[in-house]
């Protein structure tokens, strides 16, 4: 059965801190990974990382694939208030289908100030 | 401005009542999910559509039907056969194809069950 896993669970941290999340996977057929970002509604997107594309940056946020581990980290550095929300790690496809993304639980941030 | 977007935001239903969630696209992409997000659960998919009056169960479909009549919307019916239908619901759509896995959400329909 196909399955991501997050940890942590949640995580408190102060403004200014550096955070890593992670998300391990287990999937038939992998082709990519995603990281969306959920405040209070709609997840939004944050990066997709593929075998052509282990390694993003996006300003303080970073995130790296390990396709040997099957895992992948996500790294906030410089915390800020604003970066508190539910972390989501998906992958795709799944589920024996093409297009279905699988999740993971999610990591809940909280940064303090 | 194109997006997606979930009407209403919140939605109160008696017990044995049958509820209709919308969800409409203007990103003219071909697939379109339906999700539903319980806290410490993550997302999980109820329904998906790659195309129009085409409609694929998902993991948790008992209880919920779609429709896909046109490429731009796909309605979510909440039935009362579904037993703990209070969750928040997320809909997504998506280009169609492998070309991409990235899936676009609406901002979602909080149902309460009273």
């Known amino acids: 059965e196909d399955k991501v896993v997050q940890s942590p669970l949640s995580l408190v941290v102060h403004e200014g801190d550096t955070v890593t999340l992670n998300c391990s996977y287990e999937?038939?057929?992998?082709?990519?990974l995603l990281w969306y970002k959920q405040e209070k509604k709609a997840p939004t997107f944050l990066f997709m990382l593929t075998s052509s594309g282990i390694e993003k940056k996006s300003g303080r946020l970073s995130s790296i694939l390990d396709k040997k581990e099957l895992s992948s980290i996500l790294n906030i550095t410089a915390t800020q208030t604003g970066d508190s929300a539910i972390y989501l790690c998906a992958v795709g496809p799944g589920g024996g289908a093409t297009n279905k993304l699988i999740f993971g639980t999610g990591t809940l941030l909280a940064v303090q100030p | 401005d194109g997006g997606i977007t979930q009407s209403p935001k919140y939605l109160f239903r008696k017990e044995g009542q049958n509820v209709t969630l919308s969800c409409e696209q203007n990103l003219n992409h071909d697939a379109m999910y339906w999700y539903r997000q319980d806290p410490g659960q993550g997302l999980r998919l109820i329904y998906y559509s790659q195309i129009v009056n085409d409609f694929q169960k998902g993991d948790i479909a008992e209880g919920y039907s779609v429709s896909r009549e046109k490429k731009e919307s796909f309605p979510l019916t909440v039935t009362s056969a579904q037993k703990n239908p209070t969750a928040f619901y997320l809909c997504?759509?998506?280009?169609?194809?492998?070309?991409?896995?990235?899936?676009?959400f609406g901002p979602g329909t909080r149902l309460t069950v009273l």
């Open positions: 997504a759509s998506k280009s169609g194809g492998d070309s991409t896995d990235t899936q676009y």
């Open positions: 999937v038939t057929n992998f082709r990519s």
